[in-house]
T-cell receptor
Framework: GAVVSQHPSRVICKSGTSVKIECRSL??????MFWYRQFPKQSLMLMAT?????????EQGVEKDKFLINHASLTLSTLTVTSAHPEDSSFYIC???????????FGDGTRLSIL | AQSVTQLDSHVSVSEGTPVLLRCNYS??????LFWYVQHPNKGLQLLLK??????LVKGINGFEAEFKKSETSFHLTKPSAHMSDAAEYFC????????????????FGAGTILRVKS
């Protein structure tokens, strides 16, 4: 149980395009979803926290207009990287939780490469 | 604020020998602590978690960790390493926010890369 599916697993696109990443909880309802960014050989850095039906809460230094997050249902959250540039290239990972003290379950990540 | 320090960035062991990955935390109150494993280009898999119950926590794949409040440590161990254990391991502390309603925010350590030699 507690499977989180993240799609796509890899994206390569030109600078200036927008990229949407989906995060789905397959067998549980996720009250909260989290979006992380991981640079090579570094740890995960939380970008934002997404609660179903409300606006996402962004961490300091993360541009909310650059990284649009939508959590329209209890099983789906999306992260859209708008007008992506090479410096946005990174490994993006989502996680989902049923809230409270329930653990976060992670997707397999999306490798984003902007040319 | 809570923080996590993983004392070794790389650990190398021989197959069949014990594994010790060290983690120290700082917290203003009783924390929840986790160990996650990440294989290359993959997401994170929960190995085990401590949430103020038994101080010795058993996880998947033969791993266990002991919460020691006096030492503010939560080291991860395994009696006998297997080749498939080679991965990166993250020690994580949970930071309560938003009155617990929306779940806990995780603070990650820098990670320890475990190499297993045949």
């Amino acid at each position: 149980g507690a499977v989180v599916s993240q799609h796509p697993s890899r994206v390569i696109c030109k600078s200036g395009t927008s990229v949407k990443i989906e995060c789905r909880s397959l067998d549980f309802q996720a009250t909260t979803m989290f979006w992380y960014r991981q640079f090579p050989k570094q740890s995960l850095m939380l970008m934002a926290t997404s609660n179903e039906g409300s606006k996402a809460t962004y961490e300091q230094g993360v541009e909310k207009d650059k990284f649009l997050i939508n959590h329209a249902s209890l099983t789906l959250s999306t992260l859209t990287v708008t007008s992506a540039h090479p410096e946005d290239s990174s490994f993006y990972i989502c996680s989902a939780s049923q809230g409270g003290n329930q653990p976060q379950h992670f997707g397999d990540g999306t490798r984003l490469s902007i040319l | 604020a809570q923080s996590v320090t993983q004392l070794d960035s790389h650990v190398s062991v021989s197959e069949g020998t014990p594994v010790l990955l060290r983690c120290n935390y700082s917290s203003s109150y009783s924390p929840s602590l986790f160990w996650y494993v990440q294989h290359p280009n993959k997401g994170l898999q929960l190995l085990l978690k401590y949430t103020s119950a038994a101080t010795l926590v058993k996880g998947i794949n033969g791993f266990e960790a002991e919460f020691k409040k006096s030492e503010t440590s939560f080291h991860l161990t395994k009696p006998s390493a297997h080749m498939s254990d080679a991965a990166e391991y993250f020690c994580v502390v949970s930071e309560t926010y938003m009155e617990d309603e929306y779940g806990n925010k995780l603070v990650f350590g820098a990670g320890t890369i475990l190499r297993v030699k045949s």
